[in-house]
């Protein structure tokens, strides 16, 4: 079959006014718009959407990234036993794990770090911090630095984050940009089951950092950490909400849109059930609508959740849940894998809008 530029060419368009029409003889005289869904407060979506009901033409959302990728994130607590919180990282590590999150409850010294990332190099890996607020997080990184300068990779591309940090960011800042130059310090964060509530926190937060600092670079250093819920297409308009609303932000600083901020997702804990059954169904629309909607870095919560420590049978699923995604249905391959979708696209807007509307007020 010889190649046609325009497959559709030979079929008549429909416009949206004829498919309502349609939609409204099929309903019998019902009125469509009593099929639609509340979103929240201020959204309200049609369940019908066509090419005539876009505001304009819409262009795939940019991100720093090949095609659709993001990195397979893992989480640990630190433990009273570092050797085997380690065993636990290089398991992990070597059964496909890319980025990891360890929550530090304690200052730790360099020969702690040695511990903790024996037979680790750093340099390959994405290694997000979470410290109590009580730990100084120079005093910390410097630790973590000296046995960084120690490993065999370099330490110049070693990247990664920290939050849980409530003071001296200035000096955090100047302290990172000489020593671990891809080290991000601005974590921001917000929990809200709306999404609205949500991204509006965390476009403030970050507005106020922009507004409080005199560094041009520390657009650089933002961090976005959402959590996200069940609802699949709510889930994948939100994050792709989040970055069109940053580059707005952006182009309002005159800074420049393609400063990408990293946007690290974790299940949030509230969409978990004490059926992990039902928990493992969850996490795989979760985490599909995480990467669909254009994750960094996501976490998929093990199953059990809701017990002291996790099993290696419900870690094993979570990260093997993301292999699925990348291997055998290849979205990471496509750059905004929802753009084009009207629903979608539809929904991303609304969410924009109500957000910058409450941005403006």
Known sequence: MEHQD???????????EAWLAKIALDLKGKDPAELNHQVDDNIVLSPFHHADTLSGTVAPIARNAKGNEWLIGEGFGLGKDLNLTNKNILHALGNGVQAINITIDRNLTESDFAILFAQIEPSYIYTHFIIDETIDPIQFLT?????LAKKK?????????????????????????SQLPNFKTRYIDASS????????????????????????????QIVFGVKIGTDFFLEIARLRALRILWANVLRSYGLAPTIFPKIMVEFD??????????????????AMAAALGGADLLTVMPADTNEVDSTNFYRRIARNIQHILKMESFIDRVKDVAGGSYYVETLT??????????LGE
Do not use: C, Y
């Not at 070693?158 to 990172?176: D, N, P, R, Y």
């Not at 089951?193 to 650089?220: C, F, H, S, W, Y």
């Not at 804990?269 to 979760?286: E, F, G, L, V």
């Open 193 to 220: 089951e709306d999404p609205v509530d949500q991204l509006t926190t965390l476009i403030k937060r970050g507005v106020d950092i922009l507004a409080t600092t005199k560094n041009p670079n520390t657009a650089n």
């Open 269 to 286: 804990r509230d969409s978990q059930t004490k059926d992990p059954n039902q928990n493992m169904i969850r996490a795989t629309t979760m």
């Open 143 to 147: 630790a973590f630095d000296k046995m």
């Open 6 to 16: 325009n497959l559709f060419k030979d079929f008549e368009a429909v416009t949206a």
């Open 153 to 177: 990779g370099d330490k110049t591309v070693f990247f990664g984050s920290i939050s849980g940090v409530k003071t001296h960011f200035s000096e955090l800042e100047k302290w990172t940009a």
């Open 349 to 358: 807007t609304k969410i924009g809008a109500a957000v910058w509307k409450n």
